[in-house]
């Protein structure tokens, strides 16, 4: 019995480090599905079955509770997979199983509001509140598509305003490795393309793709000093530790355990993943 957390590739990694952090003694599963990465161009069929095929191999290594630590996933698959499909795995492993996603922890350390609330709309049209805030989100292209934050974070602050710039190619350069210079020259360009869409910086940043966290200090140093940044590993972690006070049924293991899985190629991961990690990090086939 363990945790599963699942990604494209090696993001997924960031919340999966703040999760051991949280609960240490529980039992961990990573699965990188780093045959199919990225998944940020991909159509949403395909990611609904790249998500789905990846939750099922989770599931079969013992885990209860999976963890889309991707926002592509979350964005694109976590809702059809939680409606269509997560009833039918209870009853094909005989067990209680869930498939969580990290947009909804993400939104409400963005809000400060639980996901439940939504802001009243008596207020006569032509009478909203004028914006006071902007958020900046940075993120894949099929995140930004999917206009997932703009939506939610409307629906609880009326006062805050979403802009999200979509960063093709940059978790690609992540996962590869790609020399620091490299990427700080992507962070600066998106960073000053949201500014020039939006004329000013944003008052605060999500990095709304888990592979960002790896060079949150790049998209920092971008941004005027002291932008606030929401980290997601930190939102979801706290989400998961309400979670499971709620939900006891769920087995969780106790021994401490680390799998590493990918559908790629198995073998030790980059030097600057192995630098985030704080230790070489290799992975076994899937």
């Given at each position: 019995m363990a945790i599963g957390v699942f990604d494209s590739g090696v993001g997924g990694?960031?919340?999966?480090?703040?999760?051991?952090?949280?609960?240490?003694?529980?039992?961990?599963?990573?699965?990188?599905?780093q045959a199919n990465a990225?998944?940020?161009?991909?159509?949403?069929?395909?990611?609904?079955?790249?998500?789905?095929?990846?939750?099922?191999?989770?599931?079969?290594?013992?885990?209860?509770?999976?963890?889309?630590?991707?926002?592509?996933?979350s964005a694109i698959a976590l809702r059809r997979l939680q409606q269509t499909w997560v009833p039918d795995a209870r009853a094909r492993h005989g067990r209680p199983v869930n498939v969580l996603g990290i947009i909804v922890p993400t939104i409400e350390a963005a809000t400060g509001l639980p996901w439940t609330y939504e802001s009243e709309r008596d207020r006569a049209e032509g009478e909203k509140k004028q914006a006071i805030e902007i958020t900046g989100v940075f993120s894949t292209a099929a995140t930004a598509m999917s206009r997932v934050y703009e939506i939610e974070i409307d629906k609880r602050r009326e006062d805050l305003a979403v802009f999200s710039e979509p960063c093709p190619g940059l978790a690609g350069l992540i996962e590869l490795g790609a020399p620091t210079e490299e990427l700080t020259v992507v962070v600066n360009d998106h960073v000053d393309a949201l500014r020039r869409r939006i004329g000013r910086h944003p008052d605060k940043a999500i990095l709304g793709c888990t592979?960002?966290?790896?060079?949150?200090?790049?998209?920092?140093?971008?941004?005027?000093?002291?932008?606030?940044?929401?980290?997601?590993?930190?939102?979801?972690?706290?989400?998961?530790?309400?979670?499971?006070?709620?939900?006891?049924?769920?087995?969780?293991?106790?021994?401490?355990?680390?799998?590493?899985?990918?559908?790629?190629?198995?073998?030790?991961?980059?030097?600057r993943v192995s630098q985030f990690w704080g230790a070489p990090l290799s992975f076994a086939a899937a």
């Open positions: 990694l960031t919340v999966h480090r703040e999760l051991t952090r949280r609960f240490p003694d529980r039992d961990f599963v990573y699965l990188a599905d990225p998944y940020g161009g991909r159509g949403g069929e395909e990611i609904v079955d790249l998500t789905r095929a990846g939750c099922e191999r989770l599931f079969e290594a013992g885990a209860n509770v999976i963890v889309l630590a991707c926002n592509t996933a592979h960002y966290e790896i060079v949150a200090d790049l998209f920092a140093a971008a941004l005027p000093d002291g932008t606030p940044i929401i980290h997601q590993p930190q939102a979801v972690a706290d989400a998961l530790d309400r979670y499971f006070a709620h939900h006891p049924e769920y087995g969780l293991g106790e021994t401490g355990r680390r799998d590493f899985l990918t559908t790629g190629t198995p073998g030790p991961q980059s030097d």
